[in-house]
């Protein structure tokens, strides 16, 4: 809901701070007094283009800040407002500025924000019907969503949404399997002469490191050799270690039966040291035995090694990547091989997701036709109160090609209109003129109030062209909508005007060759004085003020 709107330096206005309520609020003033600048101002924050035309003269730029409750019932707002990283508390802040050299500011609770943005924000926040086009419900991409709100269609657009997706998730693998398969045809015989050749040489995962190392060892086979014989002999030549360990744990033997053990613990250290040297110089034998000076594995690992990396570098993979290879290369072969029998067992699963597509949507179908039904009566019912008796109001479903079916079903909804007898029904943004279509939108807007996410709305003189009972009717159904939305309406009528919950007048006044607009909010005398003027005109005479009475009273 909008909660304040203040503007500074806009055409006629120099500085103006305005507080907006709930329910119905209206905006009246003589013909000129600039009502049409407050919209303007409203639009700059809601994503309308911005011109320097807008900037008081005088004034070096123009502001308009609007503040907004947070709305988390509107959940398309919400998803926005999260996938852009914009924090939103209590309320939503819009700022918008412009210098006279064209530059200008968009702020959304202190983050600067593209005027894309701001626009797409603005669309869930408020409709303002009258003065924008294509916006709202006179847009018809947008149709489908509100006939699909009104009818509480979620469930059925969800299956739908779901069967659309495994269709194409099927159609896709079956795609791929014919690509590959037909792929795989064209190089057949490179398949199986490339299994051939690596089946021969049958590569292993972490071969090429392990035969590195055997190569490392095999080239400096002598080296390690003398290292070994030389530790070798250090141990059991000469000083022979192993019987110099016995002969010290000997005598520390005899030693200890002097003093009843006390070097035991240096007997069992010596004990421990004897194990370790035995098990090191039969480790040394051992390895000295596996030891292999023959030239010939390091000519087999060498000629191994130059083999796997040309079959790496002509497939490119690596070396470790071969043996997968081979498994592709023998998978793809096995498709060739099933043939059609896979492909066909992949086209009737898809056959299947298809069908199961085919019916959830034809359900959405038909009860989006049952909710076009309800929705039509009830416009048509509006419409005869509001002087458009003769007008024809029809929701259009049409079913798309193949082409163009989608996770929201196979129809184009249109809202469609006739204003006159035996005239062709069209789109409602391009049959209706101006004063019939804003008519049409609150016809609309009655019954869709309670399936809309947007919580503000702005109706431009929609009582335009009307008067006596007509807009005494338009002005009850502003009434009724303003209880389920905030209603923000610019009118000339009295009747419509009496039925405002909250009443602002919009003044123009000149003071030294300056016009300014002013716009206040009336007292319930004041209010009963501007309905008077609205009847009377100029000169207020007590028939008008009694006349008043009646329209407030009503």
Not at 15 to 22: Q, V
Not at 56 to 84: H, Y
Not at 281 to 295: G, H, T
Not at 297 to 305: K, P, V
Request: glycine share 8%; aromatic share 4%; net charge negative.
């Amino acid at each position: 809901m909008l909660q304040s709107l203040s503007i500074r330096n806009v055409v006629l206005i120099d500085r103006l701070d305005l507080d907006f309520k709930s329910g119905l609020s209206v905006l009246t003033g003589e013909t000129g007094a600039g009502k049409s600048i407050l919209l303007d101002s409203l639009g700059l924050v809601l994503g309308k283009r911005a011109e320097t035309s807008l900037i008081r003269r005088g004034a070096d730029k123009l502001s308009v800040t609007a503040v907004f409750d947070a709305e988390p019932q509107n959940l398309e707002l919400s998803g926005l407002l999260a996938e852009n990283e914009l924090e939103v508390g209590g309320e939503m802040i819009i700022k918008r500025t412009l210098d006279q050299n064209g530059k200008g500011k968009i702020f959304f609770n202190d983050q600067p924000i593209s005027a894309k943005l701001l626009k797409d924000i603005g669309r869930c926040l408020v409709e303002v019907h009258g003065q924008f086009d294509n916006q709202g419900l006179l847009n018809p991409a947008a149709h489908q969503g509100v006939l699909d709100a009104f009818g509480g269609l979620d469930k059925l657009l969800a299956a739908t949404a779901a069967a659309y997706r495994e269709y194409k998730e099927a159609a896709a693998a079956r795609a791929r399997a014919e690509a590959d398969i037909a792929k795989a045809k064209e190089e057949e015989d490179n398949l199986r002469h490339w299994v051939r050749e690596l089946e021969r040489i049958n590569p292993r995962a972490g071969e090429e490191a392990e035969l590195s190392a055997r190569r490392q060892e095999l080239m400096h086979a002598e080296k390690i050799m003398e290292s070994l014989n030389y530790a070798y002999g250090v141990l059991t030549e000469g000083r022979d270690v192993q019987s110099a360990l016995r002969s010290a744990e000997s005598a520390i033997d005899k030693a200890n039966q002097y003093v009843d053990g006390r070097y035991a613990e240096i007997y069992d250290a010596l004990d421990r040291a004897l194990v370790e040297v035995i098990d090191a110089v039969e480790r040394i034998e051992s390895a000295s035995a596996d030891i292999n000076l023959n030239s010939d594995e390091q000519e087999n690992i060498d000629s191994r090694l130059f083999a796997l990396k040309d079959l790496a570098r002509k497939h490119g993979v690596g070396i470790d990547e071969l043996a997968d290879t081979l498994q592709n290369f023998k998978a793809r072969l096995t498709n060739i091989e099933l043939g059609e029998d896979g492909i066909n067992a992949l086209r009737g699963a898809e056959q299947e997701k298809r069908q199961a597509y085919i019916e959830a949507a034809n359900a959405l179908r038909q009860a989006r036709v049952k909710t076009a039904a309800e929705l039509d009566a009830l416009v048509m019912a509006e419409l005869p109160p509001l002087k458009m008796e003769k007008a024809k109001f029809v929701t259009l479903i049409e079913k798309k090609e193949e082409s163009g079916w989608s996770e929201s079903g196979f129809d184009n909804v249109y809202f469609t209109v006739a204003t006159n007898p035996n005239s062709p029904q069209g789109p409602i943004n391009k049959i209706a003129s101006g004063g019939e279509l804003a008519r049409f939108m609150l016809a609309l807007k009655v019954n869709l109030a309670q399936s809309s996410s947007v919580c503000t709305m702005i109706f431009d003189e929609v009582d335009a062209g009307v008067g006596g009972a007509t807009a005494q009717a338009v002005g009850e159904r502003l009434a009724k909508l303003g209880q389920r939305v905030q209603v923000l309406v610019v009118t000339h009528s009295p009747q419509v005007a009496a039925r405002g919950n909250n009443h602002f007048k919009v003044e123009k006044k000149t003071a030294d060759n300056v016009t300014t607009t002013y716009v206040r909010e009336l007292s319930a005398a004041e209010k009963r004085e501007e309905i008077a003027r609205m009847l009377a005109g100029e000169t207020i005479t007590e028939q008008a003020r009694a006349a008043a009475d009646v329209l407030l009273a009503g």
